[in-house]
Every structure is written in structure tokens, then in C-alpha cells.
């Protein structure tokens, strides 16, 4: 029987990707404790948070990195050699609308996530 703290932790784990089966052999219990564990919508729930924060880092870590991106686009486009700065050009007009639509999808999902979370809790 795992404790309230163990479930919390073991939630965190495979929140984090961590198998079934290497769950259970870091908690020392049965596949099927943990399969009859993720059956409770409160624990999925647990899962679902720990995912949605996971994400929102993720997408706060890829928006920097894409500020880094863009700006060395910038760059290239100051190059004297003309094929460079022809494909940072295309590279600009083309994924820069991409990069605005991901976003905007992106951001919907995660309050779709997060207004899911919330109703659930109610």
C-alpha cells in the first residue's frame, strides 16, 4: 500500500515519462497498483497538473530560445554575401507567420488544459 506522499510522488514520476514498470519497481509495488491508481480521475488529475506546469516551462524555455533564433536571423540579414541574406529573408517571411500561429495554438491549449483542470476540481 503506498502512502498519500508515495502516490504524490509516484503522480510526479510518471508525469515526468517514467514507466509503469519502472514505477513500480522504484515504489516496490505491483504494475496493477499503479494501473488501479491511474483509473481515479483525482489522480490523473494530479498527472495532468504536474503536465500542464511541464509545459508552460517548456514554452517559456522556447520563447527565449526563439528570441535567440529570430535575432541571428536579423543578423544574417546584414551579411555581404547575398545567399545568405536571401535565406534568412525566406527564413523570416516563411516561419515567422508559422511561429505566430503555433504560438496562438499553444497558448489555447493550455487554457483549455488549465479551464479543464479547474472544472475538475469542482
Known amino acids: 500500500m503506498l502512502t498519500k506522499q508515495q502516490k504524490l510522488l ?3 514520476d510518471l508525469s515526468s515519462g517514467l514507466s509503469v514498470k519502472d514505477a ?3 515504489y516496490g509495488c505491483c504494475t496493477m497498483t499503479i494501473y488501479r491508481l491511474l483509473r481515479r480521475p483525482a489522480f490523473r488529475k494530479v498527472i495532468a497538473r504536474h503536465r500542464a506546469q511541464y509545459m508552460l516551462e517548456a514554452a517559456g524555455k522556447a520563447s527565449e530560445n526563439m528570441s535567440l533564433a529570430a535575432q541571428t536571423i536579423v543578423e544574417l540579414l546584414k551579411c555581404e554575401d547575398p545567399k545568405i541574406r536571401m535565406r534568412a529573408a525566406y ?3 516563411r ?3 508559422q511561429l505566430r500561429d503555433s504560438a496562438e495554438i499553444d497558448d489555447r491549449v493550455v487554457e483549455y488544459e488549465l479551464e479543464d483542470l479547474q472544472q475538475n476540481e469542482n
Do not use: R, S, V, Y
Open 10 to 12: 509516484l503522480a510526479f
Open 24 to 26: 513500480a519497481a522504484k
Open 91 to 93: 527564413a523570416m517571411l
Open 95 to 97: 516561419l515567422g507567420p
